[in-house]
Structures are given as C-alpha cells and as structure tokens.
C-alpha cells in the first residue's frame, strides 16, 4: 500500500474512488476474475447435465454433485491456510488453476475409462477451480489499501468478472451443439 493511494478513515474518499480507475492492478484483478469465474459458472451449470451425460438418472445426477461441492469447500479451507500462512497468494493461484485444468483435462481425455474416472476429474476440475477464486479474492483484498478503494474496487473486479460468468456458458454451449452437430438451423 502507497502513500499515493490516500488512506483515509472518513467514510468516503474521492481521491481513493479515482485511484480505482487508474491502477493497472484493479484491471489485471478483474481479467483474472474473468476466467476464474468462468470456470466455476460452466461447471457449476453444466455438471448435472454432464453427470446425466454419464447415464445417471437426473436425481443420481443432482446428488452426486454434492461431492465435488464438499471436496473444494475443503480445498479452499486447505489452500487459503496454506496462503495465509505463507503469505504468498499468486503461486497458490497458479497451482490451483494447474490442478483445476488437470481435472478438465482428465474429462477429456479419459472419456472412454468409465464413470469413476470421469467422476474423479470432475472433483479435481472443481477443487481446483474454486480454490483459486478464493485465493484470487483473497489476494487481491489484500493488495489494495484504503476502506473506500477497497470497496470500489471489490465491486468493479466483481462486475467485470461477471463477463465470462456471461460467456463461458455460451462457448461451452456452443461447443457441445458443434460436437454433437446440432445447429439452429437444424431446427
């Protein structure tokens, strides 16, 4: 945190709102974000769809979503100790994102290897997907001083992250209608 950021205690500062626009960091956050949370929205809309996918009945689908829920509440619990106590977010973000493209990796190459396969890529993909959205807003809160700055900048990197909360779906949508050669003027 810099002098030049205007660390106030008054309950607005103007100075601190104009710091949000001009910082460079407050956008590379909320590019950051873009991904990450269009990440967690594809799974989280898509994977009972894709358990259903697997030949599971949709309350077997609904219920075995719990599982890869529960297991990256653990991780995130897990990973932001880990963080905390080493006071380093940004390697823990890189490693959480690595696990998390492993596990969508596992999904798609190991299609053919069956139902617990698929199962474990998927709770890896989520683990590893979730954990470093934590770590990400855990990081960028503590990176930017000021109450009101703060707080801005919470609500733009929220926002903006909401674009690929937006996109992702449609380019998954998309992508699932090419590979299983549906089109809209097949209709």
């Known amino acids: 945190m ?3 950021e205007g660390t106030s205690d008054s309950l607005l500062s103007w100075r601190q709102v104009w710091q949000v626009f001009v910082d460079w960091r407050m956008y590379l ?6 991904g990450d949370l269009g990440s967690i929205k594809c799974l989280m809309t898509s994977l009972p769809s894709f358990l259903k996918d697997l030949d599971y009945s ?7 979503t719990i599982p890869p829920y529960v297991l990256s509440c653990l991780a995130i619990m897990l990973v932001g100790y880990s963080s905390t106590r080493l006071n380093e977010h940004g390697f823990h973000h890189v490693f959480c994102l690595c696990i998390g ?8 190459t ?4 069956g139902k617990p396969v698929m199962y474990t890529g998927v ?8 954990s470093a959205l934590s770590i990400l807003w855990s990081w960028f ?3 930017v001083g000021g109450n009101t700055k703060r707080t801005i900048a919470v609500g733009m990197m929220s926002g903006i992250g909401q674009i ?14 090419v590979t299983k050669g549906t089109h809209s003027s097949d209709k």
């Open 2 to 4: 810099t002098n030049s």
């Open 164 to 177: 690929g909360a937006i996109i992702q779906p449609q380019v998954t949508t998309l992508k699932y209608h």
């Open 29 to 34: 956050y909320a590019t950051i974000s873009i």
């Open 101 to 108: 493209l492993t596990g969508l990796i596992l999904m798609i």
């Open 141 to 143: 809160t503590n990176n």
């Open 110 to 113: 190991l299609e053919n290897k």
């Open 58 to 64: 949709n309350e077997e689908a609904y219920l075995l």
């Open 123 to 130: 709770c890896i993909a989520c683990c590893g997907t979730f």
